[in-house]
Nanobody
Framework: QVQLVESGGGLVQPGGSLRLSCAAS????????MGWYRQAPGTQRELVAVINSGGSTNYADSVKGRFTISKDTKNTVYLQMNSVKPEDTAVYYCNWVTLFGRNFWGQGTQVTVSS
């Protein structure tokens, strides 16, 4: 079964940068939306950023101007995180949605912002 695999998480100091990546372990056809979500302890999973097949993007207000979502031609999606804050600490998940109605999630990667 094809899975999404995230990488790039870790410990970063406030004000620092981190880049997350998400790629599929196999071929997923008809992907129309790729996104990043996050979940901090005791909270619900929330949308961070999404990008559609046409390249249009949307961001949560809390990360606008600091985070950038992008994708390459090999269907890898990235989340560039700049000027990170302690409140950005969470497990980050990537999510792909296909035009066939299938929804894929990664296993999550921990991002901790702390000095």
């Amino acid at each position: 079964q094809v899975q999404l695999v995230e990488s790039g998480g870790g410990l970063v100091q406030p004000g620092g940068s981190l880049r997350l990546s998400c790629a599929a372990s196999g071929t997923i056809s008809g992907v129309i939306v790729m996104g990043w979500y996050r979940q901090a302890p005791g909270t619900q999973r929330e949308l961070v950023a999404v990008i559609n097949s046409g390249g249009s993007t949307n961001y949560a207000d809390s990360v606008k101007g600091r985070f950038t979502i992008s994708k390459d031609t090999k269907n890898t999606v990235y989340l560039q995180m700049n000027s990170v804050k302690p409140e950005d600490t969470a497990v980050y998940y990537c999510n792909w949605v296909t035009l066939f109605g299938r929804n894929f999630w990664g296993q999550g990667t921990q991002v901790t912002v702390s000095s």
